[in-house]
C-alpha cells in the first residue's frame, strides 16, 4: 500500500490518495503547463476521459506548478480532469519522478514524463516512466482494458 499524501487540486479542493479507493486511480506526473508536449498529452487524456470514466478510472494530472497555473491550464484546453499541484515536491519524491534532465545544455532537475495506474486496493499495477506523450493516453486506457478483462 503506498504512502498517503494530500495535494491541492484545481476546483479549490484538496485529493487525499487514501479517498481515492474503490475505483482506479491514474496519475499522470508532466513537467510543465502549456508546453508543447504536456499540452498534448493533456489533450489526448481529455479526449479519452470519457472511456477512463466508464472503465471505472479518474484521472488526475500533477506537476509542480501553482493552482493558479492549473486552473488557466485547464480552462484553456477544456480538460475534464482536475490538476493537483506538487509545489513541494510530495508526491514526486514518493514516486521518484524528479530526474536530473538536459535543457538547452544545463543540468535542470525536473519531472521524467510517468504514469501511475493505481488498483482500488491502494497497489500500483502499472508504471510507465520517460513516456513520450503523444499516444500515451492511448496506451494507458488499453493497458486498463486488458488488466480489467484478465481479471
Known sequence: MMNDFELPSTGGKVFRL?????????LFFYPKDNTPGCTTESQQFRDLHEEFERLGCTVFGISRDS???HE???????LPF???SDSDETACNLFGVLKEKLMYGKKVR???RSTFLIGPDGE???ECRGVK?????QEVLTQLQSLLEAS
Open 18 to 26: 487514501s479517498e481515492s479507493r474503490e475505483k482506479y486511480l491514474l
Open 133 to 137: 506523450a503523444d499516444g500515451h493516453a
Open 67 to 69: 493552482i493558479k497555473s
Open 110 to 112: 525536473g519531472i521524467e
Open 72 to 78: 488557466n491550464f485547464r480552462t484553456k484546453f477544456s
Open 82 to 84: 482536475d490538476l493537483l
Open 124 to 126: 500500483i499495477v502499472r
